[in-house]
């Protein structure tokens, strides 16, 4: 992505919202040819530069293909992974889309999980809503489905919060967080880390986010 078609791009402002999410979302493109294959990712990045509402349930509900090599499934990681810090720098606004998201049956475990992670990262752009987030996720770590308690879980565990410790640690041991996806000595460790550093990415701007997480190893 040259930089000076990425500040024209954000220049264009809410005009160029739509045409963005209707690129990052087409997943089937990773697993193209190069270089067209960057497409959606070009374009997610983009958007962690335009705050958009509109962008949150388009992102969290979009599908990604299985990748058939290593190289195809490096690009599928950059995107999923990078996908909850996009959301997250909208910023505070982002708070209840996200939450909405997270108690609707509809959307799918992926998509939740998305949406567990986005919230971690958003209390490293908002610190100020750290409390409001650790007390959302807490009071969801034992519904119904295991799956998705384990992403509330990891997110938790990712924001390094050690007062999360007892109330996530109960929960695994009362069964309520499906034991193939997530493991207690990993849960502990990072609960009582104190740290959220793994969670910093979130506040690369758009030319960091290129140095820090290049598309391919020689660029």
């Given at each position: 992505?040259?930089?000076?078609?990425?500040?024209?791009?954000?220049?264009?402002?809410?005009?160029?919202?739509?045409?963005?999410?209707?690129?990052?979302?087409?997943?089937?493109?990773?697993?193209?040819?190069?270089?067209?294959?960057?497409?959606?990712?070009?374009?997610?990045?983009?958007?962690?530069?335009?705050?958009?509402?509109?962008?949150?349930?388009?992102?969290?509900h979009a599908?990604?293909?299985?990748?058939?090599?290593?190289?195809?499934?490096?690009?599928?990681?950059?995107?999923?992974?990078?996908?909850?810090?996009?959301?997250?720098?909208?910023?505070?606004?982002?708070?209840?889309?996200?939450?909405?998201?997270?108690?609707?049956?509809?959307?799918?475990?992926?998509?939740?999980?998305?949406?567990?992670?986005?919230?971690?990262?958003?209390?490293?752009?908002?610190?100020?809503?750290?409390?409001?987030?650790?007390?959302?996720?807490?009071?969801?770590?034992?519904?119904?489905?295991?799956?998705?308690?384990?992403s509330v879980?990891?997110?938790?565990?990712?924001?390094?919060?050690?007062?999360?410790?007892?109330?996530?640690?109960?929960?695994?041991?009362?069964?309520?967080?499906?034991?193939?996806?997530?493991?207690?000595?990993?849960?502990?460790?990072?609960?009582?880390?104190?740290?959220?550093?793994?969670?910093?990415?979130?506040?690369?701007p758009l030319?960091?986010?290129?140095?820090?997480?290049?598309?391919?190893?020689?660029?």
């Amino acid at each position: 992505m040259p930089f000076p078609l990425a500040q024209h791009i954000i220049a264009t402002g809410e005009d160029a919202i739509a045409p963005l999410v209707t690129l990052a979302i087409d997943t089937e493109l990773l697993i193209g040819a190069e270089p067209r294959c960057y497409t959606p990712i070009h374009a997610l990045r983009l958007l962690g530069e335009v705050d958009s509402l509109d962008a949150i349930a388009p992102l969290i509900h979009a599908p990604i293909p299985a990748a058939p090599n290593q190289a195809i499934e490096k690009r599928t990681a950059i995107w999923d992974g990078e996908l909850p810090q996009v959301i997250a720098r909208i910023g505070a606004a982002a708070y209840e889309p996200l939450v909405t998201l997270l108690d609707d049956e509809h959307t799918s475990n992926i998509g939740h999980h998305r949406v567990a992670i986005a919230l971690a990262y958003l209390s490293v752009a908002q610190p100020e809503l750290t409390d409001q987030i650790v007390t959302t996720l807490e009071g969801r770590l034992t519904s119904a489905d295991t799956d998705r308690n384990a992403s509330v879980a990891l997110a938790l565990a990712n924001m390094g919060v050690d007062r999360s410790y007892t109330v996530v640690m109960q929960a695994y041991k009362d069964g309520h967080l499906a034991k193939d996806a997530v493991q207690p000595g990993p849960l502990r460790q990072l609960l009582l880390s104190k740290s959220n550093a793994r969670l910093r990415c979130v506040t690369h701007p758009l030319d960091e986010r290129y140095a820090h997480h290049p598309l391919t190893p020689t660029n």
